[in-house]
């Protein structure tokens, strides 16, 4: 167990419709990442938040948006879902740079 | 190009063996590197972080950097069934910065 948690486990959902992704990182942890991973593109980030603060952006969608709130937990949020967002969507967190901590991941479905 | 190239596999072994898992990247820029294990649809598990060249040793699993050649390797001895996973390198160009991965190599070893 990494001490970094995610909710839900799974999501089923339809086209179009908008979810929200929690992540929980390991305690004192500031730095939250977020990485999908489908099985074409395999595992690729998305979004970096540092105390709060968004630090880096990867290839991520305008349709995807995330935060971390004052507690340091972070949420990312889909809209208009599409087909090829059906993916594993991990989060993973790091006390101040260095190691990257993997929670269990969140399996999206989109129908 | 991508960034790091890995072999996908599958790897399959004797139990017993020595596994030999490798990974070349193409920017002498990327100064951090890091092995992952994730078993079937589980949240990726950090094994090794290196930021030097040469060996680091934890149990049975050697990392070694080669940064002239720009070649990472993974060395699993004395390989268990429950070393039966994906392993994935990844790279970064700096402390707490985006990971990049490789494609992952499927490892299957046989009792």
């Known amino acids: 167990d990494s001490g970094v948690t995610q909710t839900p486990k799974h999501l089923i959902t339809a086209t179009g419709q908008r979810v929200t992704l929690r992540c929980s990182p390991r305690s004192g942890d500031l730095s939250v990442y977020w990485y999908q991973q489908s099985l074409d593109q395999g595992l690729q980030f998305l979004i970096q938040?540092?105390?709060?603060?968004?630090?880096a952006k990867g290839n991520i969608l305008e349709r995807f948006s995330a935060q971390q709130f004052p507690d340091l937990h972070s949420e990312l949020n889909l809209s208009s879902l599409e087909l090829g967002d059906s993916a594993l969507y991990f989060c993973a967190s790091s006390l101040a740079g260095g190691e990257q901590f993997f929670g269990p991941g969140t399996r999206l479905t989109v129908l | 190009q991508k960034e790091v190239e890995q072999d996908p596999g599958p790897l399959s072994v004797p139990e017993g063996a020595i596994v030999s898992l490798n990974c070349t990247y193409s920017?002498?820029?990327?100064?951090?590197f890091m092995w992952y294990r994730q078993y079937s649809r589980k949240g990726p598990e950090l094994l090794m972080y290196?930021?030097?060249?040469g060996n680091k040793e934890d149990g049975r699993f050697t990392a070694q950097v080669d940064k002239s050649s720009k070649y990472i390797s993974l060395f699993i001895r004395d390989s268990q069934p429950s070393d039966s996973a994906t392993y994935l390198c990844?790279?970064?160009?700096?402390?707490?910065?985006?990971?990049?991965f490789g494609q992952g190599t499927e490892l299957s070893v046989k009792p």
């Open positions: 290196t930021y030097s060249s």
């Open positions: 938040y540092y105390n709060g603060e968004e630090r």
């Open positions: 990844a790279i970064s160009r700096n402390q707490g910065g985006k990971l990049i």
């Open positions: 920017n002498s820029a990327f100064q951090y």
